[in-house]
């Protein structure tokens, strides 16, 4: 596309010719405006602005209409030179900032120092402007079986930015996805909003409340990235064996897979219905295993793989039956296998 809105341009001395030429010009080539846009390799948006004379037209670009119509310019106009025009905008842009600001600091290190003295000193305790949005509050939640497992849910698949929090799921999960939303409503008294993604089958809930980013770090979060952060579960929720078990159910419900393992040794088939929690957070899993087998639950953890979590798993049938029916699942994704796994001839049937 030609940029020719960077060229010199032509200033008509008389109001109106610019737009009677540009008219004409499409009258006699029986152009439609976008029609002519795209013969002269311009956005529409540009033959708009030059018709209605809100900017004047190029030099270049009036040639070009003269040229494909077989009409002369119009006489009466002078031209502006671009380089010598922008040098002037520049002028009176730096003095109209300096009249507003005052002077401008070039030293960005010694800018920056001033304002954070400025900020330390002044800007954090004046008062927003009129019409400026201030800290929209939230409901501040008790400790709670609904909150640790809210925390458990943030564990495995949140995320915690400087003014808002996000999960992120799969967009099959979608009863799972109300559920969320529903704990969110009622712990917090806000309302998620929910952005589909279009290159890939996910769903990311998000609420954008400051309030909640700071409840979040005095509960036990840290902003940023878990892996880097090597994220744990809350000491409040570990010395509870209750809000323990509400917090497994909402890491293994996100970052969680409930799934068959069959086997051959001997020419001898085995199959075992197994539950797995993955996270590249050793202290996380660490402490499900610790609160798993306090709780007595017969757990094993596997190392982690290259660029890969490792995994905390409960393999017995006995000890999946205890978890089944002690912690369970909110999540349909896992209802669904658990379901049948149950109704399946001796529990032999693949799930995953």
């Known amino acids: 596309m030609l940029e020719l809105s960077k060229y010199n341009r032509i200033r008509?001395?008389?109001?109106?010719?610019?737009?009677k030429f540009i008219l004409k010009a499409r009258?006699?080539?029986?152009?439609?405006?976008?029609?002519?846009?795209?013969?002269?390799?311009?956005?529409?948006?540009?033959?708009?602005?030059?018709?209605?004379?809100?900017?004047?037209?190029?030099?270049?670009?009036?040639?070009?209409?003269?040229?494909?119509?077989?009409?002369?310019?119009?006489?009466?106009?002078?031209?502006?030179d671009w380089k010598e025009h922008w040098r002037k905008a520049g002028r009176v842009g730096a003095m109209t900032r300096f009249v507003r600001c005052g002077r401008v600091c070039i030293d960005e290190k010694y800018r920056k120092m001033k304002w954070n003295e400025w900020w330390r000193n002044v800007g954090q305790y004046k008062k927003p402007p009129p019409g400026f949005q201030s800290l929209v509050k939230i409901k501040i939640p008790r400790k709670s079986k609904l909150l640790a497992e809210f925390i458990g849910i943030l564990l495995g698949d949140g995320n915690i930015s400087p003014y808002y929090i996000s999960i992120t799921l799969s967009s099959k999960e979608k009863e799972y996805i109300k559920y969320i939303c529903k704990?969110?409503?009622?712990?917090?008294?806000?309302?998620?909003?929910?952005?589909?993604?279009?290159?890939?089958?996910?769903?990311?809930?998000?609420?954008n409340r400051k309030q909640l980013v700071d409840f979040c770090q005095e509960v036990g979060f840290k902003k940023g990235n878990k892996v880097s952060n090597q994220v744990d579960i809350p000491q409040w929720i570990k010395k509870s064996k209750m809000y323990s078990y509400e917090c497994i159910r909402g890491l293994i419900d996100t970052d969680g897979c409930f799934f068959f393992h069959n086997y051959i040794v001997n020419g001898k088939k085995y199959f075992y219905f197994k539950i797995a929690f993955t996270s590249a957070s050793i202290p996380l899993r660490l402490s499900v295993k610790k609160i798993l087998i306090n709780s007595g639950f017969g757990v094993r953890m596997s190392k982690a793989g290259k660029g890969k979590g490792g995994d905390v798993r409960i393999d017995g049938g006995?000890?999946?039956?205890?978890?089944?029916?002690?912690?369970?699942?909110?999540?349909?994704?896992?209802?669904?296998?658990?379901?049948?796994?149950?109704?399946?001839?001796?529990?032999?049937?693949?799930?995953?």
């Open 183 to 207: 704990i969110i409503e009622k712990l917090f008294r806000v309302v998620p909003k929910i952005f589909k993604h279009k290159e890939k089958k996910a769903v990311t809930i998000v609420v």
């Open 12 to 19: 008509f001395h008389k109001e109106g010719v610019q737009t």
């Open 318 to 352: 006995f000890y999946v039956k205890k978890y089944i029916k002690e912690i369970g699942s909110h999540n349909k994704k896992h209802l669904d296998k658990i379901e049948k796994w149950r109704v399946a001839p001796n529990g032999k049937v693949a799930v995953c």
């Open 27 to 80: 009258k006699t080539l029986n152009l439609t405006e976008l029609e002519l846009s795209r013969k002269l390799k311009l956005c529409r948006r540009t033959i708009t602005d030059w018709t209605k004379e809100r900017v004047t037209i190029s030099q270049i670009g009036a040639n070009k209409i003269s040229s494909l119509a077989k009409i002369s310019i119009p006489k009466g106009y002078d031209i502006i």
